[in-house]
């Protein structure tokens, strides 16, 4: 029983050993171009200018305040734990 196992083991290492493997194919991959800004051109013509436009009209004056401002201040919370 020993040797029937170690023979049947032996043979399958063998038959699976001489399999053929498929071969691995690799593919170049092409480069790609990468645009490149070139230098700077020329300066252009300097464009006309524009008109100012019109002011708009003055508001009208409010009138003064009176009385004394009052700023309520909300009461703190409770620190967190």
Not at 14 to 36: I, Q
Not at 53 to 80: H, Y
Request: with cysteine; glycine share 14%; proline share 14%.
């Amino acid at each position: 029983m020993k040797y029937t196992l170690l023979i049947s083991t032996l043979l399958a290492t063998l038959s699976l050993g001489a399999c053929d493997r498929p071969t691995v194919v690799a593919v170049p991959v092409a480069p790609v171009a990468v645009p490149v800004p070139g230098p700077a051109g020329p300066t252009g013509a300097t464009g006309s200018t524009g008109a100012t436009g019109n002011d708009g009209n003055t508001g009208a004056t409010g009138k003064p305040g009176s009385g004394t401002t009052v700023v309520v201040i909300p009461p703190a919370s409770a620190p967190a734990n």
